[in-house]
């Protein structure tokens, strides 16, 4: 079955910014030639409408990952995410905190409470038992390395993150980074060989 969702806030990420710009797509005459199409990804909304076999959903919030510049969307009901309530800061969690929460604990295997890795071996569990992991996050003040630092604490990681300013060094403390490295005032290598001359256990690299 399908529903109408009308749409109250949508997020705008770089892959927004690329996507309607045709970089995603092979050339510019295959971007041209794709015209027409729906833009934007992530956004949060209330079903209006509902198809007999989508169930009682008119009313309740809902997230989708497609099409999200539009006012109103027909969307089938399997490719809707059922959400607490329509608010803002549930668009971060889509995108950015996906992101962060797939790349760290399928990627880099962390052990994150609330989280399951499905490629986690028995052996590296204990490992981050036995001792406590130290994560570096760059670019660590942006959307989805804000999510990656506190998940890693959620995780009981040392993090180290690095940031450029005073304002976006004071949100990482706040958000209880262990050591920020402001490279606009520090060094970012020298503090790393200084400080952690073993290196770190897990790098989440935003930037790239």
């Known amino acids: 079955g399908h529903v109408i969702i009308r749409r109250l806030f949508v997020g705008i990420n770089a892959s927004d910014i690329n996507y309607t710009s045709g970089r995603y797509h092979s050339?510019?005459?295959?971007a041209a030639a794709a015209l027409p199409y729906d833009a934007g990804f992530e956004s949060v909304g209330v079903v209006v409408a509902a198809a007999p076999d989508a169930g009682n959903c008119i009313g309740s919030a809902a997230a989708t990952m497609d099409a999200g510049f539009s006012e109103y969307a027909l969307v089938q009901n399997r490719r809707v995410l059922p959400v607490p309530c329509p608010a803002p800061e549930v668009v971060a969690l889509l995108t950015s905190g996906l992101t962060a929460s797939i790349a760290l604990s399928e990627v880099g295997r962390l052990q994150i409470p609330g989280f399951s890795s499905t490629t986690a071996m028995p052996h590296q569990?204990?490992?981050?038992?036995?001792g406590q992991k130290t994560v570096l996050v760059t670019a660590a003040a942006g959307g989805t390395g804000q999510f990656a630092v506190q998940l890693a604490k959620l995780a009981g990681c040392h993090v180290v993150a690095t940031c450029g300013g005073a304002q976006k060094a004071r949100l990482l403390r706040e958000l209880g980074v262990d050591r920020v490295i402001d490279y606009k005032s520090e060094d970012v290598k020298s503090v790393l060989k200084r400080?952690?001359?073993?290196?770190?256990d897990l790098v989440y690299e935003s930037v790239g």
């Open 195 to 200: 400080e952690y001359p073993k290196g770190v």
């Open 27 to 30: 050339s510019k005459s295959a």
């Open 125 to 130: 569990r204990q490992e981050q038992q036995g």
